[in-house]
């Protein structure tokens, strides 16, 4: 999920909570309906159906947006491949944490220097914080390979965000992380904005940082690059979880429900579901339930009044056993850039009960208390939002599941001991900020590139130490 607690500040003792050893059980079948999917339910995706394939030269693990795009860059290089790339998918196409987000593209630019300073060194928390902010120009850029289609249609929108720290504490924490990283790519303006909260609309704030951010509509723009990487000869099986890999005869045979698959390559992409087929990433890569909502403005908050900005506001929620950067709990609000429509998308509220959070797999269910909460985050917290007539307020509510890392870093690469397994996964709820480089990164891997090349953070990739690192949520 894109919104709820800062991916970046969340590191291995950020509550004192133990992670639950058990590996993850795979999706739901019936998961909630997120504001993107109930709009796409005309898409011909629904019920896709091909033949069933028993031989690949690549099996792809689950159908979302960091596995569409590692798809189409591996047919962009290798548009022959003899036997072809399988996606299999345990539901729908584009039903998991794609379909479930906020639909935020939002770069650390300065935040979580410090707690991933702690983790890897000054050098790697730096390329870590840098990395993401290709993902504006990669979204931005992706369009332009597609002239003659035009741009794709998904509502894709860039201009500045804010950090809205409410209470002092997170003020402080914040201003340490930029005041030590000096960044020279991203320009940041930190502010004490606690006489000027007009700037964010608030009705109260302590401080404020601002940099450049986007949002667009996630579901549109993975169903673009699905139905291309299909025009490729991508073979899409929906409702087809794969349920265990195994090594026979020097391939990799993959079981489902309709039959097994051999092949040499296998990407698992499935994010916090990871664990369900690669047990050894039991308390790696834990998944987090989140929750997102579609709010309808008033009428203070619409039309030339709407929101110019999106923002995340961040207060300390009680959160022990931290250092001075852990455990900033969130909630996260944004401008859906849908034309003439004006939905504020909000998520949040995981410090209702947090430990309910974690390894939760249902995403079939939101939780009452946060449904409460997430209500009343707009009039709760922005300057004249007013009453709201019957139709305006909260609209639809959802959840979604992320993959969380101890240490807040993703596992992108080849799979120690397993020669032709990857994985692509643990963003950390950092997703949409991630997703766009590491897909173009484990792609160049599995076509045989060296790490170099991917341009990513070596701390990114998979290796036997990061695997036997002991880790707290």
Known sequence: MACGLDPALSSPRSTGI????????????????????????????????????HEADCVIISSGMSRCLAAYFMLLAQPDLPHGIVMLEAREAINAAT?????????????????????????????????????????????????????????????????????????VAYRNSYDEFENHVVRVYFVDLMPYPQATRLLRVEAAASFPAGSFYPYKF??????????????????????????????WMIDTPRGSIRTRKVLHATNGYASAILPEFTGKIVPFYGVCSSVTPTKSYSGK?????????????GVRDRTPTEGLNSDCVHKNRIPADGTIIVG?????????????????????????????????????WGDEAHGEGLE???????????????????????????????????????????ARGVAMLMLGRAWEETELPECFQITKERLERKVRL
């Open 396 to 438: 639809r509510v959802w959840a979604g599941i992320s993959g969380y890392t101890g240490d807040g870093l993703s596992y992108i690469g080849a799979f120690p001991g397993k020669e032709g397994q990857f994985v692509c996964a643990g963003f950390h709820g950092h997703g949409m900020a991630r997703i766009a480089t590491c």
């Open 305 to 317: 009044k709407m929101l110019a900005h999106t923002m995340s506001l961040y207060q300390q929620r």
């Open 222 to 251: 993975t169903a673009h690059l699905l139905r291309r990487a299909m025009s490729m000869g991508l073979n899409l099986q929906i409702h087809t979880p794969a349920t265990a890999v195994a090594s026979v005869d020097g391939f």
């Open 18 to 53: 133990d992670v639950f050893h058990q590996p993850a059980s795979l999706p739901h079948s019936t998961p909630s309906f997120s504001f993107w999917t109930a709009r796409a339910r005309h898409s011909d995706l629904i019920g896709h159906a091909q033949p069933f394939s």
């Open 99 to 171: 379909a479930c987000n906020g639909g935020h593209c939002r770069p650390d630019c300065y935040r979580g220097y410090l707690p991933y300073k702690k983790i890897v060194g000054a050098f790697q928390a730096s390329k870590v914080i840098r990395e993401p902010r290709v993902l504006l120009n990669c979204l931005r850029e992706y369009p332009g390979h597609q002239k003659r289609d035009g741009h794709i249609d998904c509502d894709f929108w860039r201009g500045r965000s804010f950090d809205a720290m409410m209470t002092d504490e997170c003020k």
């Open 348 to 384: 949040g509220g995981e410090f209702v009960n947090r430990q309910a959070h974690i390894n939760n797999c249902d995403d079939s269910k939101v939780m009452p208390a946060i449904t409460e909460h997430l209500r009343n985050v707009m009039k709760d917290n922005f300057d004249g």
